[in-house]
């Protein structure tokens, strides 16, 4: 290890785990969840450099023969020792490993009234039912205790082993399943809808007419890309930043700077949750926190040249501790490469001087996660002139059911063939922001445009105005975004000015993003209480990583964002963190089947002063360059 941010190795996993196994509290029943790192105090981090020693402390969780929430281990790699085993609440439970998963699925399958419930849709083969595994919390089943572990599952039929069996759902039939006593304690059974006949697969063998392919499009930087890769530390164009993958989060940035300037400390998906708004039994207790109760980072995919990356890649791995403590690496989880954007800057003179333009382009970090039916891509950009740009992109396959007259209402489920319907429903997503903007004293403004009424000063009524409000106080900075206005919030260090004097600052610009549409007081509105506003911010505190709860499974709403705002401390300026809840509200359509097109949410993070002029006026003119024409011979 060369960094105290450096990804953990294979070596340092089997290690862990073994300290673990050989600890007097270790249990033979023990299934492991997922390993993460110990971040050191932001100061330690701030001031390392190259060849300073250094702690390393790693965290394992898990659960074992205790019928409590789990264990959370703290392994002390440089002692090579054990720091803390500690018991977890049943209140709010670690996360929900693969073998739990792979459990749920063989315990309904083994249960008598589940197959009869199969029967009665005359279905007898199992190894050709689909069963999908969803976390339990939120609608708890009267049949599962407090406190115990559990999962739901619905179920799909395939015509053959590689089929979309998404396109045949098994209405009706919800199996709950206790993990805890490992067993199914109760099966729904809402009656029997007739199987949809037609399949939707989306593999290109299967399509009976493929157009031409486009023609082809090379990526190619005969000299090499322009950035460079030191261990997970990335260099290009001034900006530097750390890369990890956290099995919760997915990939985190850490330390970005440009030209040698802190912007950020940390900033990576914090929470996020997929409320489904219908009274369709199979979706209306549907609230999955994805990231938290499975693990986003822990299903991030092995990337494929040339199709989910394209042009001159660097990949970085991601070793993820499995159940049964062996170490699964995930190749290519990071993908990290250059794309050209269009036009930087353009001005043709018109009183016949110069004509300038400048190309763009923006370094891109991206990663995908598969979770159950939907598929997510997590791209953070880094521009040329300072701007920084998350985007999530949303695919796969919707949720869906067998259409039935006497459930299904037009103003909740949508249509998508003659045969399913998909709800409404939201993917809510919070990325926690941890700034470090030229020092960790920072304030947050938010700024609003107000018109001014007609007088004598505007007598035509166009005069507007700029509203800055300081917002010092945790509640003061619960807001949520207003197009009318063109709302935006500024991060300002009041400590550290440009040569106007301005203080320097970056503006969130938020995206025309929701919030969480069902009630405050439902389930996710108290689980997922982030998903309630647009921005949060709070002061800095290690311990408040999480926008929805440290842990989510099972759990009750305890330690999300309203818990950690409720004192109201003050954040007038302080080491400050903000948390911007973003997303979409998808009301499905024809064209979303049998896979969805890429939808797109995020939010823009633009700096405001931090230069003193357009710091991309002296990139060098690029035209031509391999760039065809139909003028030329």
Request: with cysteine.
């Amino acid at each position: 290890m060369k960094h105290l941010l450096d990804q953990i190795s294979a070596e340092e996993i089997e290690r862990a785990v073994e300290l673990c196994r050989s600890h007097k509290n270790f249990d033979e029943n023990t299934m492991f969840i997922n390993i993460s790192l110990v971040e050191q105090e932001k100061e330690q981090i701030r001031t390392f450099k190259s060849g300073d020693d250094f702690p390393r402390t790693l965290r394992i969780r898990g659960i074992d023969s205790n019928g409590d929430g789990g264990f959370v281990v703290i392994v002390d790699m440089k002692a090579n020792e054990i720091s803390s085993f500690d018991r977890v609440s049943k209140e709010a439970q670690v996360p929900y490993s693969f073998a739990e998963v792979f459990m749920a699925i063989e315990l309904t399958k083994a249960d008598n009234d589940y197959q009869e419930a199969l029967k009665k849709r005359g279905i007898s083969d199992l190894d050709l039912v689909q069963i999908d595994p969803w976390p339990a919390g939120g609608i708890v089943h009267e049949s599962i205790k407090k406190g115990h572990r559990a999962l739901k599952t619905i179920s799909f039929l395939k015509e053959n082993e590689t089929d979309n069996g998404y396109a045949k759902p098994i209405n009706g039939v919800i199996s709950h399943v206790d993990l805890t006593l490992q067993k199914v304690t109760h099966v729904e059974d809402h009656g029997v809808v007739p199987l949809p006949k037609a399949h939707a697969r989306y593999d290109s063998d299967s399509q009976s007419n493929l157009r031409e392919l486009p023609k082809k499009i090379d990526i190619t930087q005969p000299e090499g890309p322009g950035f460079k890769v030191d261990g997970n530390l990335i260099s290009w164009e001034g900006w530097q930043v750390r890369v990890s993958v956290n099995p919760d989060e997915g990939p985190v940035l850490h330390q970005l700077s440009l030209n040698g300037r802190s912007i950020l400390h940390r900033m990576a998906l914090s929470d996020m949750v997929v409320p489904y708004g219908t009274a369709d039994p199979m979706h209306t207790w549907k609230a999955v926190h994805d990231g938290t109760e499975y693990g986003f980072g822990s299903l991030v995919n092995s990337l494929t040249l040339g199709c989910d990356c394209l042009g001159e890649i660097h990949y970085l791995d991601a070793n993820m501790l499995m159940f049964d403590g062996s170490v699964n690496t995930i190749e290519n989880a990071i993908c990290i490469h250059e794309e050209d954007y269009g036009i930087q800057w353009k001005h043709s003179d018109m009183n016949g001087g110069a004509n300038e333009v400048r190309r763009s382009r923006r370094l891109v970090i991206s990663s995908i996660a598969t979770i159950g039916n939907y598929d997510y891509g997590l791209f953070w950009y880094l521009y040329l002139d300072g701007n920084i740009q998350c985007e999530v992109k949303l695919t796969g396959i919707v949720g869906i059911s067998a259409y039935d007259e006497k459930i299904h209402r037009d103003d909740q489920d949508f249509r998508i063939t003659d045969e399913l319907v998909s709800p409404v429903h939201q993917h809510l997503f919070c990325v926690r922001l941890d700034w470090d903007l030229e020092g960790d004293n920072n304030q947050l403004f938010e700024t609003n445009i107000e018109t001014l009424p007609i007088s004598d000063e505007n007598p035509d009524g166009m005069q507007v105005r700029v509203v800055s409000t300081h917002l010092k106080k945790e509640s003061e900075a619960k807001r949520d975004i207003s197009p009318s206005s063109s709302r935006v919030w500024k991060i300002i260090n009041a400590n550290k000015t440009n040569s106007y004097g301005l203080p320097v600052g970056y503006k969130l610009l938020p995206g025309n993003t929701p919030t969480l549409l069902a009630h405050p007081d439902s389930p996710p509105g108290i689980r997922a209480s982030f998903s309630k506003h647009n921005l949060w911010a709070t002061p800095f505190h290690e311990d408040e990583q999480a926008a929805g709860g440290q842990f989510s499974v099972m759990h009750s709403g305890e330690g999300g964002l309203d818990d950690i705002t409720a004192s109201d401390r003050d954040i007038s300026e302080c080491d400050l963190v903000t948390w911007h809840t973003f997303g979409v509200t998808h009301v499905p359509r024809p064209e979303d089947w049998p896979v969805m097109p890429v939808e797109y949410c995020g939010f823009h993070l633009i700096p405001v002063g931090f230069f003193d002029k357009n710091p991309t006026i002296n990139l060098p003119p690029t035209c031509k360059g391999n760039s065809k024409s139909n003028k030329e011979n």
